[in-house]
């Protein structure tokens, strides 16, 4: 049986896009913090997504983001993120435009 993986936002270059260093981790309503991949996987007709990583921009820092959740609904993703973010009391910047999905 063949899988076929369906990927929504790919990286470009996967492999220096890992190699770059991302020591520090901070929360997502850190202060400055702009989101630059929130990285989902999945499988088919499993109904959350996984959170695989998700990393940021800090000052010019590339930075490791640490989320309040783990798992989103497929359903209404994006309408959990936003109450997640209005929970958290503020603006996540970047949050919407770094989705990648792999599934």
């Known amino acids: 049986m063949t899988t076929t993986h ?7 270059n996967p492999t220096a896009y890992h190699q770059e260093e991302r020591t520090r981790v901070v929360p997502w309503t850190q202060p400055g913090l702009t989101i630059t991949r929130l990285r989902l996987v999945s499988n088919p007709g499993y109904p959350a997504w ?25 359903r ?28």
Not at 86 to 92: D, E, H, L, M, T
Request: proline share 5%.
């Open 76 to 103: 209404g993703m994006r309408r959990s993120l936003c109450d997640h973010a209005k929970r958290s009391g503020c603006f996540i910047d970047g949050l919407f435009t770094a989705i990648s999905t792999l599934q």
């Open 50 to 74: 996984d959170v695989s990583y998700c990393h940021g921009s800090l000052a010019g820092e590339q930075v490791r983001v640490r989320l309040p959740f783990d798992q989103l609904p497929k």
């Open 6 to 12: 369906v990927e929504l936002a790919p990286l470009e």
